[in-house]
């Protein structure tokens, strides 16, 4: 039984120590101390700076520049939406910390829709997601376009303890449940999704487009209390009013 638990505290402590020590989960060719997660820079003009790229201003192409040209580039479509056009990275290395990272391109509706009808196939990701494939002149024509968001999900489980550290207090938290808490970074353009049962997210946008971050939370919030408090209605019992 000892043997046991030591197995597992060397495994758990092998997954998270590339978040915590620099130089750990080093790659050939990348400075483990640089393009991290937490290395914001913020400018006068509501932009921001993370991995070398610029949130609303950096193209995709860019992006290819600097993270690499493994990227998956598709529209990304629920049911009945027109869907997104986003790049994906199956695993990057941000300094000494991997991660799975996806970019939302800045492409209008106009433009997705006339992608989306030459486009070569489309694929169910699950039962409702559909993944549609660009033609390979809308793909070089969406390197042109800038990147309004980028997307990281790191391969370790991080707790609200570990990103306070790294990223300071949040100027604000908004919790969905007892499992899921946004740890908010306006300054930064950066809302971080703390999951207990599963990965956290970490949303980047230029600081002057925070809104686009913050205000569907706060839809959501409203949305649980109004189904809460209509729970609690139907839950009071009726009063008899005949005497």
Do not use: C
Not at 16 to 44: E, M, R, Y
Not at 137 to 152: F, G, K, N, T
Not at 192 to 213: C, R, T
């Amino acid at each position: 039984m000892k043997f046991a638990f030591s197995l597992i505290a060397l495994v758990l402590f092998a997954l998270i120590i590339p978040f915590l020590i620099p130089g750990s989960g080093q790659q050939d060719g990348v400075d483990p101390n640089s393009n991290l997660p937490w290395q914001v820079t913020v400018d006068a003009q509501g932009g921001s700076t993370v991995f070398g790229l610029k949130p609303g201003i950096s193209t995709l192409g860019e992006v290819r520049q600097r993270l690499g040209d493994e990227i998956d580039v598709a529209i990304i479509a629920e049911p009945d939406e027109l869907g997104a056009l986003e790049g994906y990275y199956s695993q990057v290395a941000l300094g000494f910390v991997l991660a799975k990272v996806i970019v939302t391109v800045d492409a209008t509706n106009e433009a997705i829709s006339v992608m989306r009808e030459r486009a070569l196939k489309a694929k169910h990701m699950d039962s409702l997601t559909r993944k549609i494939t660009l033609q390979p002149a809308d793909l070089a024509a969406a390197d042109q376009l800038p990147v309004r968001a980028i997307s990281v999900i790191p391969t370790v489980n991080l707790d609200e303890a570990t990103i306070i550290q790294r990223f300071g207090e949040p100027a604000e938290r908004i919790v969905l449940s007892e499992k899921r808490t946004h740890l908010l970074y306006p300054k930064f353009g950066l809302d971080i999704l703390v999951d207990v049962d599963g990965k956290e997210l970490l949303q980047y946008v230029a600081p002057q487009q925070f809104a686009s971050l913050r205000e569907p939370l706060l839809v959501e919030l409203s949305a649980k209390a109004a189904e809460k408090a209509a729970g609690q209605a139907t839950d009071k019992p009726v009063e008899n009013s005949a005497r």
